[in-house]
């Protein structure tokens, strides 16, 4: 839904009062109203601003690509962790299938065979 001015009005009406998720944003001050616990920042702006430090000039220069490392290794730690863990959930999945289909009839309680 677009919805034109881009303020705080719009995001209200948009995600409503009080955020029950949570909610990618940007640093725009229109969503300074969602409390910080439901709130996360988009990645790829943060990154984004780390790295136009990293290309200014003086100490910037040198904090800016240090910020840019430490971005750069929490996003691919986050990508990992979430395989793992998709990996993980997928495996429990497969084998909760698996043992559910594996049951016969009359041998244990199956939502899939009554017994």
Request: glycine share 6%; aromatic share 8%.
């Given at each position: 839904?677009?919805?034109?001015?881009?303020?705080?009005?719009?995001?209200?009406?948009?995600?409503g009062?009080?955020?029950?998720?949570?909610?990618?944003?940007?640093?725009?001050?229109?969503?300074?109203?969602?409390?910080?616990?439901?709130?996360?920042?988009?990645?790829?702006?943060?990154?984004?601003?780390?790295?136009?430090?990293?290309?200014?000039?003086?100490?910037?220069l040198?904090?800016?690509?240090?910020?840019?490392?430490?971005v750069n290794m929490?996003?691919?730690?986050?990508?990992?962790?979430?395989?793992?863990?998709?990996?993980r959930?997928?495996?429990?999945?497969?084998?909760?299938i698996?043992?559910c289909?594996?049951?016969?009839?009359?041998?244990g309680?199956?939502?899939?065979?009554?017994?």
């Open positions: 839904m677009a919805h034109y001015p881009r303020g705080q009005m719009a995001a209200k009406k948009l995600l009062e009080n955020a029950e998720y949570v909610v990618v944003t940007d640093r725009y001050a229109g969503y300074h109203y969602i409390e910080q616990e439901k709130r996360q920042l988009c990645w790829a702006h943060i990154l984004r601003n780390v790295s136009a430090i990293a290309q200014s000039w003086g100490s910037n040198a904090i800016g690509k240090r910020l840019e490392t430490i929490l996003f691919s730690t986050g990508i990992v962790l979430k395989r793992v863990i998709l990996l959930l997928s495996s429990a999945a497969s084998a909760a698996t043992n289909v594996a049951r016969k009839p009359g041998r309680k199956s939502p899939m065979y009554h017994t």
